[in-house]
């Protein structure tokens, strides 16, 4: 799975945090880090934090485009 | 009467030909690069597309390379760029392109290849400027930071606990990593040769709150000071720093951080507006030429990138931003498959983050093209504030230290040149007894004096000014 936060968005609300703690964790009271590609078995819970964002600031592939994976 | 007639050259039917039948090569497979090919295949574009890359990986994001890459928690080949969309693009990865023909409208690649274009995108970016001696540049242990092979690399050698990291330069990306090191309880000392650190981009008022945060947390932090030279062991590894007040310091892991350098050796001789701070264009990417006459199909988006911003006074501004590229491809793209009307202007409010020893500093407009600062919300002592620069009595830049939440408010104003100092939005005022009550100057560095090279730079016109430079060609 890939995805990407645009950081200037954010402004660390942290809804996300808590749904999907595996991908996503706050660095001190509101810096967000992030693993941008995560294992497919995070797939609901980042689903859930994409969704869970008052700003929108959480761009997920949702599915990978057939040209993706090119030489 | 009406000479409406119609002729027999239509405009429009030049672009739904070129739309349909045009080749647009775009040079830079990263952020940029990647965003501005989905945007023309969004837009319609249905021509033929290649895209060039001289890194040898998909595009992939930079941004977690010095942090959660480095602490270890992610590996670094884990920030590849989700794909918004199909691009349907002839990628050529690993191979750079070292030369462009106008003329004949070709791009010239490393390997000997030549890829011929209607319309150009030069999203080539930037570099990370080397250690200046190659020999100590090249010991085992020293890293620049810019590709996913130096986070990589500096992140095994973190975890290999050196005794003690050499952080050479305090800007953004030096503080985070001597964050990092800091949170990997790692010793680490970070050598600033200006007065403090974020000096050049946030001014010496906010460089002094920078200064404590990073001493806070047990960084030896030393400024008006540089690095002379590296020494090595037999092994080729580095094991030691003199510094140019003749300290020695035992070092395992150096990082020079001093900075990047536009990636536009390869435009020598192609005659577009490219130095030291990018390729010069107007406010709708368009490449201008040596001359200053705008081209009709070149194109320049991301890092590499330099436009007139009309908040600045007309000033070119070259920034280093995430958001640039991402905003900058887009319209750059849609300019490309467009004519006169149908084109939109590029005018970025500029804003980065940069998270360090627990806080995330924001920002938006250009703070040092301000002069005056003023902290009117929060508490510099907590870490968590916001502040205003300003110039001529207008707003020109914010930045927030735990307080992005604000931001927007500030970031409106900037947009409308709201007058300076801006009208608090009456919450966490700053206690009147406080140090920073009230306008103050803010202490940006004197361009005499040495100081980083700033992610913003405007790089203003001097009617005075004139010169020119001899550069031998490299090759």
Known sequence: MRLVIDLNKCQGYAQCVPLAPGVLKLVGEEALAYDPNPDESQRQQVLRAVASCPVQAIILELDPPADRDTK | ?475
């Open chain 2, 1 to 475: 009467m009406s000479s409406g007639v119609k002729g027999t050259y239509s405009f429009d039917e030049i672009v739904k030909q070129f739309r349909a039948q045009g080749r647009i090569v775009i040079v830079g497979a990263s952020l940029a690069g990647l965003r501005a090919a989905e945007a023309l295949r969004e837009k319609g574009f249905e021509g033929s597309l290649t895209i060039i890359g001289d890194e040898p990986h998909e595009p992939y994001d930079r941004p977690p390379l010095s942090k959660q890459v480095l602490k270890g928690w992610v590996p670094a080949d884990h920030t590849k760029l989700p794909r918004l969309r199909r691009v349907d693009a002839d990628w050529r990865l690993g191979v750079a392109a070292v030369g462009l023909d106008r003329i004949n409208h070709v791009v010239k690649l490393g390997n000997g290849e030549e890829v011929g274009y209607d319309r150009l995108l030069i999203a080539t970016g930037t570099r990370a400027r080397p250690w200046p001696n190659p020999e100590e540049g090249a010991l085992q242990g020293v890293f620049t930071i810019r590709t996913v092979e130096d986070a990589g690399g500096l992140a095994a050698a973190l975890k290999a606990k050196p005794r003690r990291v050499l952080v050479i330069g305090a800007g953004f990306v030096g503080s985070e990593i001597a964050s990092v090191c800091r949170d990997l309880d790692l010793p680490v000392t970070v050598t600033e040769r200006g007065s403090g650190p974020l000096k050049g981009a946030l001014g010496g008022v906010i460089s002094d709150i920078a200064a404590e945060m990073m001493r806070d947390a047990g960084v030896d932090l030393r400024t008006g000071v540089s690095v002379a030279s590296l020494h090595g062991d037999e092994s080729g590894h580095v094991r030691s720093a003199t510094l140019t007040d003749g300290t020695v310091l035992e070092v395992d892991v150096v990082i020079p951080s001093l900075g990047s350098i536009r990636n536009v050796e390869w435009l020598d001789g192609a005659g577009l507006a490219a130095g030291q701070w990018g390729v010069g264009c107007d406010a709708g990417c368009r490449a201008f030429d040596i001359n200053g006459v705008v081209t009709d199909h070149i194109f320049v988006a991301g890092d590499v990138a330099r436009a007139p911003h009309v908040l600045y006074g007309y000033e070119f501004l070259a920034l280093e931003h995430w958001d640039n590229a991402v905003a900058g491809a887009e319209v750059a793209a849609n300019n490309m498959i467009n004519l006169e009307v149908g084109r939109r202007p590029h005018l970025p409010l500029p804003s980065f983050w940069s998270g360090q020893f627990g806080v995330n500093i924001k920002s938006v407009g250009v703070c040092s093209f301000g002069d005056e600062i003023v902290v009117t919300q929060g508490s510099p002592a907590d870490r968590r504030f916001a502040a205003a620069y300003g110039r001529n009595g207008r707003i020109v830049g914010a930045v927030t230290f735990n307080h992005g939440k604000w931001l927007p408010y500030y970031a409106e104003l900037i947009e409308r040149s709201a007058p300076f100092p801006p009208p608090p939005p009456g919450y966490d005022r700053p206690a009147d007894a406080s140090v920073y009550s009230g306008v103050m100057p803010a202490r940006f560095p004197d361009p005499r004096e040495p100081a980083g090279n700033p992610d913003v730079v405007l790089t203003g016109h001097d009617p005075t000014d004139r010169s020119a430079e001899f550069r031998p060609r490299s090759h």
